[in-house]
T-cell receptor, first 116, second 114 residues
Framework: AQKVTQAQTEISVVEKEDVTLDCVYE???????LFWYKQPPSGELVFLIR??????QNEISGRYSWNFQKSTSSFNFTITASQVVDSAVYFC?????????????FGQGTELSVKP | AAGVIQSPRHLIKEKRETATLKCYPI?????VYWYQQGPGQDPQFLIS???????DKGSIPDRFSAQQFSDYHSELNMSSLELGDSALYFCASSFSGRGEETQYFGPGTRLLVL
């Protein structure tokens, strides 16, 4: 079975603080894909990043960075110098190579609140 | 860049009524996915289509049906609506359902069943 766990239900920080959102996944597939999506209060799901299981290189995009570690089955997301506009629910998602039809398995989401 | 279009954006229905949600994928995308997100929950996969053929089915009630048309747009038909069907319904699209591609989501249709 495939599963994604985001243990942090809610996180509250003050603007300019760094914050890390945890994501732990389970899969028996040897090839799989991990994603992060952002859901702001307006409700849409915004794609942030995709990482393939065979590519453990970490990635940085502006204030966002992702740490993928297969050894611990984790794909954590860090926001540096957080801003109020970062307030949203963040979902980590998994897609295994054997997911016929390509469904995404989502974690429960982490609601991030950045206060001014 | 063009995004996934969903209509309507908001829908209010009475119990036992029917509803049709429409999805227009990003141009050249051939795969469409439908997800349901209840209040405070994560999106749950309903069904997907690749090249107009159903490719996977999740926890979609028998009261719901969907199809993908020749122009790749998709429709989700919901009948005998129940209060529990109130949710945000997302459509996503991708190019070539082989697994590695990214799904891009539309803005969602917010359905309220009274």
């Amino acid at each position: 079975a495939q599963k994604v766990t985001q243990a942090q239900t809610e996180i509250s920080v003050v603007e300019k603080e760094d914050v890390t959102l945890d994501c732990v996944y389970e899969t028996r597939d040897t090839t799989y894909y991990l994603f992060w999506y952002k859901q702001p209060p307006s409700g849409e799901l915004v794609f942030l990043i995709r990482r393939n299981s065979f590519d453990e290189q970490n990635e940085i995009s502006g204030r966002y960075s992702w740490n993928f570690q297969k050894s611990t089955s984790s794909f954590n997301f860090t926001i540096t110098a957080s801003q109020v506009v970062d307030s949203a629910v963040y979902f980590c998602a998994l897609r295994g190579e054997n997911n016929q039809g390509g469904k995404l398995i989502f974690g429960q989401g982490t609601e991030l609140s950045v206060k001014p | 860049a063009a995004g996934v279009i969903q209509s309507p954006r908001h829908l209010i229905k009475e119990k036992r009524e029917t509803a049709t949600l429409k999805c227009y994928p990003i141009p050249r995308h051939d795969t469409v996915y439908w997800y349901q997100q209840g209040p405070g929950q994560d999106p749950q996969f309903l069904i997907s289509f690749y090249e107009k053929m159903q490719s996977d089915k999740g926890s979609i009630p028998d009261r719901f049906s969907a199809q993908q048309f020749s122009d790749y747009h998709s429709e989700l038909n919901m009948s005998s609506l129940e209060l529990g069907d109130s949710a945000l319904y997302f459509c996503a699209s991708s190019f070539s359902g082989r697994g590695e591609e990214t799904q891009y989501f539309g803005p969602g249709t917010r359905l309220l069943v009274l």
